[in-house]
């Protein structure tokens, strides 16, 4: 039997800036892949300590941040609201 991590918050409605869209396509990259390792806890390239503020955010219910350098030129961040309507996948550069 495989152990699946299980969702940790609430994603809300989950939608993406044009050009993070463009870029992920180019790249070949699967948004839901990100989605779904942002919603389980695997933050991505983000450090030790906002990886910790991640985890508090969650208990808390204040804003998740995930960073995912996905290739050499391209980094994706996954950012989930404090009262999780929304979560959106966007380049740094659009923040």
């Known amino acids: ?40 806890g695997d933050y991505g390239d983000v450090c030790e300590e906002d990886g910790g503020l991640n985890d508090e955010a969650i208990e808390q219910g204040t804003r998740i941040l995930s960073v995912y350098k996905v290739t050499d030129e391209l980094t994706i961040w996954v950012t989930t609201e404090a009262d999780r309507s ?6 740094p550069d659009e923040y």
């Open 86 to 91: 929304s979560t959106c996948l966007l380049l």
């Open 1 to 40: 039997m495989i152990d699946t991590p299980r969702p940790l918050f609430e994603l809300g409605k989950t939608v993406a800036t044009p050009g993070a869209l463009e870029a992920m396509q180019e790249a070949g990259v699967n948004p839901g892949e990100l989605l779904t390792r942002h919603v389980t």
